[in-house]
Nanobody
Framework: VQLVESGGGPVQAGGSLRLSCAAS????????MGWFRQAPGKEREFVVGLWYTGSRTYYSDSVKGRFTISRDNAENTVYLQMNSLKPEDTAVYYC???????????????????WGQGTQVTVSS
């Protein structure tokens, strides 16, 4: 499985971006998905997780109400809509995935087997 993120770039505070994560192969209804981010000098941080059925989402408190995860099964693509961006959202954003499990802790990096290369998001004040 290969994941390719896109959609990052520079944006002013208060603006929006939509990140995409395209998968080389699989069907979304068998894989859990997640987005993480890593700012310079900081550890990787959980952003959002999506249960393989698409029925449950898990957001970090720092992005809740501003970011939205969605997926397009036909396009094998997961999206991260980011609104009301803040300078502290500046980071490299990664998507990740793991085949569905009965027990899954989306906020843990170890809960994922496959990672994309990341896309840079830079929010200026």
């Amino acid at each position: 499985v290969q994941l390719v993120e896109s959609g990052g770039g520079p944006v002013q505070a208060g603006g929006s971006l939509r990140l995409s994560c395209a998968a080389s192969e699989w069907t979304f209804n068998n894989y859990n998905m997640g987005w993480f981010r890593q700012a310079p000098g900081k550890e990787r941080e959980f952003v959002v997780g999506l249960w393989y059925t698409g029925s449950r989402t898990y957001y970090s408190d720092s992005v809740k109400g501003r970011f939205t995860i969605s997926r397009d099964n036909a396009e094998n693509t997961v999206y991260l809509q980011m609104n009301s961006l803040k300078p502290e959202d500046t980071a490299v954003y990664y998507c990740a995935t793991k085949r569905r499990q009965s027990v899954w802790t989306p906020a843990l990096s170890d809960a994922y087997d496959y990672w994309g290369q990341g896309t840079q998001v830079t929010v200026s004040s």
